[in-house]
């Protein structure tokens, strides 16, 4: 049986899971994109909590909502762009 985080020989993994990164180009760039999605997040839910003016999206509780969902997604990109790679020399 295969674990969560590795297919079984001969099982693919569904495209665009980020699970394992294993290119050392590719972990800073998520960690670059995923700060952006947390501070963009962040920002959505205090025009969101209506904490800061100036916007259509002021005082709207749906952009509050969505400024979570990125803030979260964010910080799961940044985590698995900080995540160490699994030793390989294990059996």
Avoid: Y
Wanted: glycine share 16%.
């Amino acid at each position: 049986m295969a674990s969560p985080s590795r297919p079984a020989c001969g099982e693919r993994r569904a495209a665009g899971t980020v699970a394992h990164v294993k290119s050392r180009g590719a972990r800073p760039v998520l960690v670059v994109i995923g700060a952006i999605a947390l501070v963009t997040g962040g920002v959505w839910i205090g025009q969101g909590m209506n904490l800061i003016p100036g916007s259509f999206m002021t005082g709207d509780r749906t952009w509050l909502l969505i400024g979570l969902v990125v803030a979260v997604v964010g910080l799961g990109l940044i985590a698995s762009g900080l995540r160490r790679p699994a030793d390989r020399r294990r059996s």
